[in-house]
């Protein structure tokens, strides 16, 4: 099913040559929509359009068709995952049906067969992202409010998962000052390693070079 998949995307006409170029950010949750909707907003992204897909509590295999059907449209697809829930789904599985993890691994060694779609992994979360804004460190958090601790007495102390604080306090804008910290102490970490889940990552990073900032 997944090679047929492949097939169906690269015999589609793409949006490459029509004098824009147009980007799809694929997501699985509300606080990625609104950090790269500032993103956008405060950037000089002329000639990209950035559509974030929210979709409603899809299933890794859904979030998988998207980004392929996606990539017969767009310029770039860049997918981001988190990967703390799927860790969790691993270890709290009581067996029957594959596991998240081996799941993931065959659609990222699929994906790797189209040349404008992009995987970047966060772990656990975005927040670690945010994290490294803040501090150097390679240390591996289970969880959003194992790096949320690490926000005291720092510029997130007092952090929430809402559009009302992502908006007001302008959480990109409040980060950028350090953001070429930020890129190198996430690219210190080294790319993600499918054999070594449970290891502190932010490929989050590259989305910058992916849209030419």
């Known amino acids: 099913i997944i090679l047929s998949i492949l097939k169906m995307a690269r015999s589609k006409s793409t949006r490459k040559g029509a004098g824009k170029d147009v980007y799809s950010i694929v997501v699985d949750g509300e606080t990625e929509v609104w950090y790269f909707q500032l ?58 049906g594959k596991p998240a993890l081996q799941e993931l691994k065959e659609y990222i060694d699929s994906l790797e067969q189209l040349d404008n779609v992009h995987v970047l992994i966060n772990t656990p979360c975005l927040e670690y992202w945010y994290l490294l804004h803040l501090k150097q460190t390679s240390k591996y958090y289970s969880s959003f409010k194992d790096v949320s601790k690490q926000f005291k007495g720092t510029i997130l102390e007092g952090y929430e998962k809402t559009e009302k604080y992502y908006k007001t306090k302008n959480i990109y804008l409040m980060l950028k000052p350090c953001l070429s910290v930020a890129i190198d102490n996430a690219k210190r970490l080294g790319e993600f390693d499918i054999e070594s889940p449970e290891t502190g990552k932010a490929e989050i990073y590259k989305i910058f070079e992916l849209l030419n900032l």
């Not at 859904?62 to 995952?81: C, G, M, P, Q, R």
């Open 39 to 96: 993103l956008k907003q405060y950037e000089s992204l002329k000639n990209v359009d950035i559509k974030p897909d929210l979709p409603k509590r899809k299933k890794l295999s859904e979030l998988y068709d998207l980004v392929v059907e996606n990539a017969a449209e767009f310029t770039k697809v860049i997918w981001v995952i988190d990967l703390d829930v799927i860790i969790k789904e691993d270890k709290e599985r009581s067996g029957g």
